[in-house]
């Protein structure tokens, strides 16, 4: 299955429509993250039939040159921001390995991690400033379309936005839920750190015949 044929019918309804015009609308005078083509690169480097995680996050990064369509990640060469030093901090931990220096998650997108974000744009300086424009009806769409593939997938819900997604994760096939608090510096001591995700999505990827993931 294809992105194109899991999403069709999302694609197709006048909401989702009447959203991209006011996203692009938007950019005409504010600045709108992330760039323009960039708004669903996370489908764009995670085709649907290789998803093996999904890694759920709130809205874009609002501060210039950070956001770049996927979850937490951040352009090579960018200063890590808090959530992501935090996501680092406990990778480390958790797997006993040096911290990463790029904040460019690609690679784990090229191995099956949609990286996603319950809200797909933002303005500029304004967190959560898109959160009731209709990208949340989007993405319940695409969990519950992720329902119709076949392969072990591990949900990765951070934070009580992502969290609510939950529900619509029902499928005969194997899946992993895992949640935690935001790794924001404001709930990350409220129990991310410690919970040890990276190490636990790969013992059930193994137990599940599939190839872990290099974190």
């Known amino acids: 299955m294809t992105w194109e044929s899991l999403l069709q019918e999302e694609f197709a309804k006048p909401q989702f429509r009447r959203l991209l015009e006011r996203v692009a609308q938007s950019r005409r005078d504010r600045e709108i993250y992330p ?15 290789a998803v093996r995680v999904v890694i759920l996050g709130q809205d874009p990064y609002h501060e210039p040159g950070q956001a770049m369509g996927l979850s937490f990640s951040v352009p090579e060469g960018t200063a890590l921001p808090p959530s992501l030093r935090n996501i680092y901090t406990e990778l480390a931990s958790d797997l006993n390995m040096a911290a990463p220096k790029s904040g460019d998650l690609s690679p784990w ?21 898109h959160s009731l424009w209709g990208w949340q009806d989007f993405t319940d769409g695409l969990i519950a379309a992720l329902n ?6 591990a949900f990765v819900l951070w ?57």
Do not use: D, M
Not at 35 to 49: H, V
């Open 148 to 153: 119709r593939l076949p392969q072990p997938i």
């Open 159 to 215: 934070g009580a936005q992502a969290q609510k997604k939950a529900a619509l994760i029902r499928t005969a096939a194997p899946r992993l839920i895992l949640k935690a608090p935001h790794p924001s510096p404001l709930s990350s001591y409220r129990g991310f750190f410690g919970s040890r995700p990276f190490s636990r999505i790969n013992a059930f990827l193994k137990e599940q015949g599939e190839r872990p993931i290099s974190w």
């Open 35 to 49: 760039p323009a083509g960039q708004e669903f690169r996370a489908l764009e480097l995670c085709p649907a039939e």
């Open 109 to 129: 997108a090229r191995q099956g991690v949609l990286l996603l974000n319950t809200v797909l744009t933002v303005e500029r300086g304004k967190a959560n400033s």
